[in-house]
């Protein structure tokens, strides 16, 4: 028969408390379990991710591959100089430059890329391209208009100056 501690009074014994260094033995475990579990599954969502990445290069012969690099040119806009849509004694002069694929008739299609941005550029309030974040996004809708424009023949629209006054 089993004896169980009891006081004077015939009441059991109150359960001791942990002692100070089984609980941090006990979380220096948990912590260690849980750093290597995250770890474990950290390797095998990045091992997966390199795995979807990594797509297989078409067999192409050496010939085929030389004939297939494009001839990439940089084509500088004429200097566009407009009004904006608000206020009315604000100005917008615009140089940019736009990186193309072949284009044949190279001329007319910057000559209409251009015409393009100084009809979007009247509609456009001086609030809406103030700071960096309306720069960006003026950036992006004439990159945008020049693609649709060029037929996708325009990569990448440089701006190499912009001055408000």
Same mark, same amino acid.
């Given at each position: 028969m089993a004896r169980t501690a009891a006081t004077d009074d015939g009441k059991p014994a109150a359960p001791k408390k942990p002692s100070m260094i089984s609980v941090v033995i006990e979380m220096a475990f948990l912590t260690c379990f849980a750093v290597g579990a995250g770890g474990l599954f950290g390797m095998m969502v990045l091992g997966g991710a390199d795995k979807a990445s990594a797509k297989p290069e078409p067999a192409v012969a050496s010939s085929q591959k030389s004939k297939q690099v494009d001839t990439i040119t940089v084509k500088t806009l004429p200097a566009i100089v407009t009004n904006l849509a608000g206020p009315k004694k604000a100005w917008i002069r615009l140089e940019a430059a736009i990186v193309v694929g072949e284009l044949p008739e190279s001329n007319a299609v910057s000559a +209409?890329? +251009?015409d393009d941005f100084v009809a979007y550029l009247r509609t456009v309030p001086l609030a809406q391209i103030? =700071?960096?974040? =309306?720069?960006?996004h003026l950036r992006e809708d004439l990159n945008e208009r020049a693609r649709i424009r060029s037929g996708g023949k325009v990569k990448e629209l440089v701006v190499q100056s912009l001055m408000l006054e």
């Open positions: +209409a890329i +251009a103030e =700071g960096p974040s =309306g720069f960006l």
